[in-house]
């Protein structure tokens, strides 16, 4: 059933480098060429079954993956967000692809990966920035190449802690009681067409469980590669902060120049419990296309946090860069009283991108609060949408919400979109939204120029000020790695 | 491989089932069309008729999951079909109290009939000023697209596929270029009978440079019979010549059962001024949308509303603005007071073209919520497509700011009084662009005896 | 001679402005201009430092032996131009050390000195706060967002003093400033002459000249100098108003 390729091809190469000459905006479009085991493309319940078993997993988890499978089927693949996409072809799709371990060969299990990271793989992250081997660095790094988690550091440090921050899979041999207790509690298999694809051949993903009364000394992080062209990638990751714990946890992803679109549908589920608080920061940098975004990944997420206890806070902070297309809306539930929801992002189109973005707030619990801060930057030809739902149903007593919307455009072929929906059914809530679109004001740029700035330095500078808000929200190290990565998005766009 | 591109997506017309109900609604209307064809010697009309009742049979009624029907329930409205009868007896003395207190020239219609008794003599209007009954105007096959000029536009809204359906009367107005109507013309809309459809069908045309003010006043005329229940379906296309200035005011105080639906088409050409004000205080479900397209450069519109719902009403308002040319402004201003269990609803859409640099479009939404059953739902969007341009919306909902309150009974006012004094003000923000003193008086009289009465 | 500006004509949306200016700068002469509201001083001003919004007709400037004219604005400003604007432009979430920061090393940059780091920096920036008297915590907001109209001027002559430019524009920076302010002002201009630096100060206002005595005055009217003479022509001003010398251009 399976088929192993080995993609070093010379034409293939000499493919990529050219692709790669016509992308020099994306510099992490590299491609690795590791052995890979990958299942030949189509989706069907043997699929289902085959990466089930491929992963030893137990009966309940097979039967989440086929019950959801079943719901699938019967969904059509939506349409409404602002971001225009011709129907997917499903089967010409690979659901599953992970680099094949020297050690282990081709029977390799999760078990086995700590001790034979393919040195190819090492590389690519080496490449990326991303410490899978540096025991000085102060993230914990879990690190998933395609389908599969290949390394997760520092785990016995934080054991100490009773932190658990594995990969999912392991997750479901090591903590099945857990992950059966948590699984699909925030977004269940039905939820959308994309969760539910997800629910059913979910590849790999993190998790992370914080015991009560810890907070987690360093920040944990997940970096997402995907390598094999044509497979979809299909992350699960659930995060859970058990009461009055506090963790930072940090999502990073690339993936190298192609020509054909890869798919990728994640689904990350939060439970935070009682005075306990997640920042969850992601800086997304998907492959998005060439100059007519072809062959860019097409992002379908669902990310959703439910603030289960009284005085729990959620944070989502996004940079989004990347990506041919993005449908993401982190959530918050915040059922518990007095919790708290944020959500601040940044999003930045160019080229024909599209993004369709936002969050949304369901108020539940007594004084319950949520801000809202979203800055989108069109540029190109590309389509930057906001769409946002607050919510204060008729317990939410005493709940407020506060959301800015700001729009800025570089360029005028391109557009900015701002779809908010607000639903107030307490009268003792107290909501407010705003929304200003601009742009890079001449006497701006001039003035900066008057002052010896370049004009390019000066856009980049404009726009980082306009981000500002959310940036000073995100790690450090995270912070700068968006302000180059917005200055690296932008380039080309004016003038 | 899968290619990006714009090809359409969705809309695309699928075999819908309908629940019984809804089905024997739609043959219901779909039959009054019918009866309507029978006695009709304007063949062009009938064949309108018939191609929107066909349109209708396929889509049927929207439901709440369609996007701009989420939040506007008609499960009532469905299970209660109307009829479509000859006019009953109307006197002057019925329609007395809801005159206007102001000179005006004023038309009446019954039921959706324009009424010649009942309107003032139209042989002295001015010189330019043409008023007449869509009714008279359908009489001439020839002039059928008068008052269908955006038939496909209107046919895009499902109550606009209705009126087509039931297209009988209305009001033809025309204002002929450098024209200035003095004098407002008051239209007061009446629903007269129990369970009967007003099907109203206007166009409004001001040539280049002319000027308008029209007050309409949407009423039931047995308001007193708890049960009376009647359905106003409005269509009104508008078109604002060059440089011509157009002022409008729109009541509705219809009975508490009644419903309302009123789409307005809106065009402006270069250099026009819109300014048009939407009071809702009656109807059970009632919906008033404008669609307005700003064609030309230097187009200034306003568009405001003031709404006061209480016990059970709907009360939506919508609008919807587009931006097509260079150096527009648009302002808008809704304001929603809520009790009991009222569930107010906004929806509006800037969208501005690439070609429409410098536009500067402003939509606040403010709302305030007395009862704790009551609900907002708003959706202020925006569409941009231009880069040099200013565009916000705000939206604000909650309480009486309790410091306003306290600050009123510091000087010696009582809490209640402070209470409506603060909830009037707030509602009859809005009105601040009625210039006229006499119209603005009229209308803040009918808002503030609805929140306090 | 520093700045040479011969016969300049300029437009802006098809309207004529400057309809033929001419004057001469040498290093380390400091010239007024003044003239009744709308005459194009401001256009005068933005022409130099490269505004495209103005189109130059005819004309030449010659800056240092260069062709001004055919410059990018950033590169008249690395070469030593400097405008102090008669409307300083806001730049949310812009800090104006790292604007500053930014400016200082693109001119330093042109040079050939190596750029200044944060430390560095706030070294250099200290030692021109201290000239100046200006407080220090402007320097943490962002670019004039939420300055008054006086910190804003003030912030520009402050950028003036770290960017060292050769030529500094001034287009009213005394509008809007109390006494204290204007003293700050007129102090960092005298405290930034120099043999080689020039100035050309727009203003209405005798106040800012007494502290600042130029050696040139010149009256601008419909786009052209009509009369340029000593610092006693500021007087004359201040007396009579702009009708005599108008009414006697116009006889002409
Ligand atoms: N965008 C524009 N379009 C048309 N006319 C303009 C434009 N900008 C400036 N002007 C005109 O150019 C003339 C000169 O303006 P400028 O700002 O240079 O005057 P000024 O001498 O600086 O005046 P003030 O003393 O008031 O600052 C004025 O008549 C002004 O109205
Ligand atoms: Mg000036």
Known sequence: MSEVQNNAELTQYQEINDLLSKNKHYKEGFVTTANVETFEKGLNETVVRAISAKKNEPQWMLDFRLKAFEHWKSLEEPHWAKAVYEPLDYQDYSYYSAPECSACGDACGTEAQQEGIDPEVAKAFAALGVPIEDENSNVAVDAIFDSISVSTTKREELAKLGIIFCSFSEAVQDYPELVQKYLGTVVPYHDNYFAALNSAVASDGTFVYIPEGVRSPIDLSTYFRINEAKTGQFERTILIADKGSYVSYLEGCSAPVRDTYQLHAAVVEVIVHEDAEVKYSTVQNWYPGDEDCEGGILNFVTKRGICEGKNSKLSWTQAETGSAITWKYPSCVLKGDNSIGEFYSVALTNRRQQADTGTKMIHIGKNTRSTIISKGLSAGKSDNTYRGMVKITPTAEGARNFTQCDSMLIGDQCGAHTFPYIEVENSTAQIEHEATTSRIGEDQLFYCQQRGISEQDAISMIVNGFCKEVFSELPLEFAQEAEELLAISLEGSVG | ??????????????????????????????????????????????????????????????????????????????????????????????????????????????????????????????????????????????????????????????????????????????????????????????????????????????????????????????????????????????????????????????????????????????????????????????????????????????????????????????????????????????????????????????????????????????????????????????????????CSHGSATGQINRDQIFYLQARGIRKPQAIRMITEAFLLEPLETVSQPAIRDWLAGALSQKLNG | MLLKVENLQAQIDEKQILKGLNIEVKPGEVHAIMGPNGSGKSTFANVLAGRDDYEVTEGNVEFDGEDLLEMDPEERARKGVFLAFQYPVEIPGVSNKLFMQTAVNAVREEKGLPALDMFDFDEYAQAKIDLLGMSADLLERSVNVGFSGGEKKRNDIFQMALLEPKLCILDETDSGLDIDALRVVANGVNALRSEARSFIVVTHYQRLLDYIKPDHVHVLFNGKIVKSGGFELVHELEENGYDNIIQQYLGE
């Open chain 2, 1 to 390: 491989m899968t290619t990006l591109s714009s090809s359409t997506w969705g809309n695309k017309p699928l075999a819908k089932k309908f629940a019984p109900v809804v089905k024997a609604a739609m043959e219901h209307y779909a039959q009054l069309t019918d009866d309507l064809n029978k006695i009709t010697e304007n063949p062009g009309l009938a064949s309108l008729r018939e191609t929107a009742k066909q349109q209708f049979l396929l889509q049927g009624f929207p439901t709440r999951r369609d996007e701009d029907w989420g939040y506007t329930k008609l499960t009532d409205f469905i299970q209660k079909p109307f009829r479509l009868e000859a006019g009953i007896h109307v006197t002057h003395n019925d329609i007395e109290a809801y005159l206007p207190d102001y000179p005006a020239v004023r038309i009446v219609m019954v039921d959706g009939w324009f009424s010649e008794s009942l309107s003032d003599d139209l042989s002295g209007l001015p010189k330019g000023v043409t008023i007449e009954s869509v009714c008279d105007v359908l009489e001439t096959p020839e002039l059928t697209d008068r008052v269908t000029h955006q038939e496909k536009q209107i046919e895009d809204e499902p109550f606009g596929v209705l009126n087509t359906m039931l297209l009988n009367d209305g009001y033809y107005l025309q204002v002929s270029r450098n024209v200035s109507m003095e004098m407002p013309i008051f239209v007061l809309h009446v629903q007269a009978q129990d369970h009967q459809v007003s099907n109203v069908r206007n166009r409004v045309l001001l040539e280049e440079n002319a000027e308008l003010t029209l007050v309409e006043s949407f009423v039931s005329l047995n308001a007193s019979e708890s049960e009376f229940s009647g359905f106003t379906n409005v269509v009104t296309e508008i078109e604002v010549g060059q440089a011509a200035r157009c002022k409008q005011v729109v009541l509705q105080a219809l009975a508490p059962r009644s419903y309302y639906f009123n789409n307005q088409f809106i065009e402006q050409a270069e250099n026009s001024v819109l300014n048009t004000l939407y009071a809702g205080i009656g109807g059970q479900t009632s919906r008033h949308q404008n669609h307005l397209k700003m064609n030309g450069k230097n187009i200034e519109s306003s568009q405001n509303s003031a709404c006061y719902a209480e016990d059970s009403q709907i009360m939506d308002s919508r609008t919807y603005t587009e931006h097509n040319e260079f150096n527009g402004v648009s302002r808008q201003l809704h304001k929603y007071v809520l009790s009991g269990q009222a569930v107010g609803v906004f929806d509006g859409m800037i969208k501005v073209a690439q070609a429409a640099q410098k536009t500067d479009g402003q939509m606040d939404n403010k709302n305030l919520l007395l009862s704790d059953s009551a609900q907002m739902d708003t959706k202020p969007k925006l569409e941009i497509y231009a880069d040099d341009v200013k």
